[in-house]
């Protein structure tokens, strides 16, 4: 592996990050606004459908059929899905977790 075989692996991990910064924030963000939505269904699948979309045909330029880009991206991809789990996802409201309550 020479010093061209990395630059289109750092642009596909570049693009793994920004395609599941999209997705994931995007999840988020579509989360947040069911409970006020006046058609959640409708919301929830046309953002599911949008998102798969996007990231499908990033997925595919990117690649440009090379498995080892793919598997690049998705680490990428994967990797922000880990970042925002932790920095987004539910925030603990007293000093108890889920088990010590359902052990009392």
């Not at 789990?85 to 359902?102: A, F, H, R």
């Amino acid at each position: 592996m020479n010093i061209n075989d990395l630059l289109p692996l750092t642009l596909a991990l570049g693009a793994g990050v920004v395609l599941g910064t999209f997705y994931f924030y995007g999840l988020w963000l579509t989360v947040r606004k069911l409970p006020s939505a006046k058609r959640p269904v409708v919301m929830s699948l046309s953002s599911f459908f949008g998102r798969l979309a996007v990231v499908l045909v990033g997925f595919y330029f990117v690649t440009a059929g090379r498995w080892e880009r793919l598997v690049v991206c998705l680490v990428g991809f994967l990797a922000v899905r880990m970042v925002l789990v932790k920095t987004l996802g539910p925030q603990e409201k007293s000093g108890k977790s889920d088990s010590q309550i359902n052990a009392a």
